[in-house]
């Protein structure tokens, strides 16, 4: 029902059709004074959107990130103007550069009233233009549909990215054609309108390939953007090739194939996987940008290695390394052709000793993991979490893991079992306060599974707020904080690369517990190593939300996978 009006809607109800038609069922966000209408229009309008209050846009944002890695669909937050905007727009940041497609949708003051000083006002196209793939603020109601269009357009061709629609309050009241809301239905998913590489640059990847003694894949997040996932693990299996991933394309390969390294790089990666990289002859870098996390500042794989690049982004290749091949093109496309021109000539390879290379480095990088998985000592070594989750965790579980502690510790050593989207951590900007929010838009996108926030005691203070968001919910999450008092991801810097001159990285320890226990959460305090697996378990088959609070030995004392710190 729209109010007696038959032929027209005013310009939030049309936007509120907008994303109905493009089947959004999810909407994080928060109120504000320019959001009244929009409100207004949900709560008339008949529609299929579920909105998701949370307790601050930042988060908001965040939620609509996961929520788009786990389900390939588009995520979508709002909040309102001013403060609204500027506190969204981190998230948007974080979901643009690791290239997931979240739509931000901003209210604004009024048109009629810019430039006179409203309370609120800023130049959100100006604040957003740089951050995002696409941005508009609607100036007309007439232009609500088209622009809904091509913020879905935009965000789910080419290499997926964020968008951000500024919405004034007068554009919301304004009439809008009701003939003219419609959707391209293939924009409601990613990617969409794939691109297929050079069936000449196919040919002289496979040649490379086959000429090659070791070669090396290393994987991005692309893979498992593009769903490209059963299409690597023919490649790799039919040639016999050793597959790596970066933090972000953890779940390309199910970590327990034979094929399967495991990170590498400066973040998780460790000494016996740097030497797979090493002596590669070949490199191919899938959906992978070769920054300076995956290949320690551009170390290793040397500048020189052979190098095929395969992107849907055509700036990403070469922007590190010169290319002897590039596949322009999906990866899920550029694979599968690859497996095509195999198929036609029966091509497989035997020889190689891809995954015995694999089974030597994973035993070196496990040996001292192992040993300090067993140890007894206090504070908890964060090698007994991982070890303890890993044997814990159902094998279809997702794991959201906050920088600082939870990042290194559980890329190098949780174990990925099924392939796809299982492991999430924000390595565009590394942002504190991620995991929190990033889970509940995980468990809201993929409601069977089980969702684990991992995260730090300064990522905790962060985002505790959402704890409510959790408990109103009731969402089955289970929160893992590792309790030591410091930013220890700087202090570790500060003793590594500083000699020690340690400043102001250490703050008081909170009883993360009882924090919890107030916002109706059930939640237990572990010092003991040896209670470990028995409140995991309890957590994990708790049916609602649920914290344990770990007292664990800082990072600077740790022997953390971080390559900068062991040298």
């Not at 007309?140 to 357009?153: K, T, Y």
């Not at 095929?308 to 999906?330: E, G, Q």
């Not at 694999?358 to 070196?364: G, I, L, T």
């Not at 991620?434 to 069977?448: E, F, K, T, W």
């Amino acid at each position: 029902m729209n109010d007696g009006r038959t032929n027209a809607l005013n310009g939030a109800e049309a936007m509120v059709r907008m994303l109905d038609a493009f089947e959004v069922r999810h909407l994080f966000g928060l109120c504000g004074d320019t959001t009244l209408p929009f409100y207004d229009a949900l709560y008339r309008l008949d529609h299929g959107i579920n909105h998701i209050l949370t307790r601050d846009e930042r988060h908001a944002a965040y939620m609509a990130d996961a929520y788009a890695r786990v389900t390939g669909r588009v995520g979508v937050c709002e909040g309102p103007s001013g403060g609204g905007a500027t506190y969204i727009l981190p998230g948007l940041i974080e979901a643009n550069e690791s290239s997931v497609p979240v739509l931000a949708i901003t209210t604004d003051v009024a048109v009629s009233s810019a430039g006179r000083y409203p309370l609120t006002e800023l130049r959100q196209d100006e604040l957003f233009r740089p951050l995002t793939k696409w941005n508009s603020v609607i100036d007309l109601p007439s232009r609500v549909p088209g622009v809904v269009r091509s913020a879905f357009r935009a965000m789910t061709t080419g290499r997926p990215g964020a968008a951000h629609i500024g919405f004034p309050f007068d554009v919301q009241l304004g009439d809008v054609a009701e003939d003219d809301i419609w959707a391209q239905p293939e924009f409601a998913t990613y990617p969409a309108w794939r691109s297929g590489p050079d069936p000449a640059a196919v040919e002289s990847a496979i040649e490379m390939l086959l000429n090659a003694n070791n070669p090396l894949v290393i994987c991005g997040g692309g893979v498992i953007l593009s769903g490209a996932e059963a299409a690597l693990q023919h490649l790799a299996e039919r040639l016999n090739i050793i597959v790596a991933t970066t933090v972000s394309g953890q779940g390309s390969l199910s970590d327990n194939h034979p094929n399967c390294l495991g990170v590498v790089g400066s973040n998780g990666g460790t000494l016996p996987t740097r030497q797979v990289v090493e002596g590669a002859d070949l490199i191919v870098f899938v959906g992978c940008r070769a920054g300076s996390v995956t290949t320690e500042r551009w170390r290793f794989p040397a500048v020189g290695a052979k190098i095929v690049h395969i992107d849907s982004d055509p700036m990403v290749i070469s922007a590190n390394y010169r290319t002897d091949v590039a596949l322009v093109s999906d990866i899920k496309l550029a694979l599968e052709a690859i497996n095509r021109a195999l198929d036609d000539t029966g091509t497989t390879v035997t020889e190689r000793g891809g995954h015995l290379q694999v089974a030597a480095a994973k035993a070196d990088k496990f040996a001292p993991f192992l040993k300090l998985a067993a140890s007894d000592d206090r504070p908890i070594k964060p090698e007994r979490v991982v070890a303890e989750l890993n044997r814990v965790l159902p094998d279809d579980a997702i794991v959201v893991a906050d920088p600082g502690t939870p990042c290194p510790y559980f890329s190098a050593y949780y174990d990925v079992p099924i392939a796809g989207r299982h492991f999430i951590s924000n390595r565009a900007h590394g942002a504190l306060g991620y995991s929190l929010a990033a889970a509940i838009g995980a468990q809201i996108g993929r409601p069977d599974a089980k969702v684990v926030s991992v995260m730090g005691d300064g990522s905790f203070g962060f985002s505790v707020g959402e704890l409510e968001t959790i408990t109103r919910l009731g969402l089955p999450i289970t929160c893992i904080v590792f309790s030591n008092a410091v930013y220890g991801w700087i202090k570790a810097g500060q003793k590594s690369g500083f000699d020690e001159r340690y400043f102001s990285v250490d703050f008081s320890r909170s009883d993360h517990a009882a924090i919890a226990a107030a916002f109706g959460v059930k939640s237990w305090r572990v010092e003991d190593p040896g209670d470990l697996a028995r409140i995991f378990a309890e957590a994990i088959e708790h049916g609602g939300p649920t914290l344990v609070d770990v007292i664990s030995q800082p990072l600077q004392d740790t022997q953390a996978p971080v390559s900068e710190w062991v040298a």
